[in-house]
């Protein structure tokens, strides 16, 4: 079965976050990393910030800990086409993975901040594998400062259904 790219390019939305310093805190306590900066304001300061940093994975979950319903931008964006290429094939059987994800920082997440994303579908994808059919769908998500409209991290994800 070929894959339908026609899925590349489209948006998969897009979302405001607040960074706060307790879902950073907790997160880095989370990920069992004791260092001071990501609690403490004067060690984050002392380390060169401007305020206390995220950890490195905090991208893939500060979605979920600081977007609130009244601040989220107007989209003209029906539905996520991922979600419906992988519920269709999901239709049908097979196991959905999360595959890589990369996180590429163009400069540091600091409590306070308040990020806005654009995302897409950049590649989709097969690959054979034990008789088995896998398809790749990968997205990208660009965050940028909400104040000065520069990229902060562009995010790449990769769902992958297995046949």
Known sequence: MAVDTSVIGR??????????????????????????IYRDP?????????DIPA???????????????????????KGNPMME???TLMSKG???LHGEEEFVYHRPIVVGDELVSEGKI???YE?????????FLVSETVW???????PVLTERFNLIHRS
């Not at 948006?11 to 001071?36: L, Q």
């Not at 690959?127 to 398809?135: A, F």
């Open 11 to 36: 948006p998969t939305g897009s979302s405001r976050v607040v960074i706060e310093r307790g879902p950073v805190s907790n997160f880095a306590a989370s990920v069992k990393d004791e260092n001071p």
């Open 42 to 50: 004067g060690a984050a300061k002392a380390a060169g910030f401007d």
């Open 55 to 77: 950890p490195p994975t905090f991208g893939f979950s500060m979605r979920h800990w600081g977007t609130f319903g009244e601040i989220q931008p107007k989209s003209d964006v």
């Open 85 to 87: 290429i992988i519920g």
């Open 94 to 96: 097979g196991l959905v």
């Open 122 to 124: 950049v590649d989709v």
């Open 127 to 135: 690959k054979e594998s034990k008789g088995k059919t896998m398809t």
């Open 144 to 150: 940028k400062d909400d104040k000065t409209g520069e």
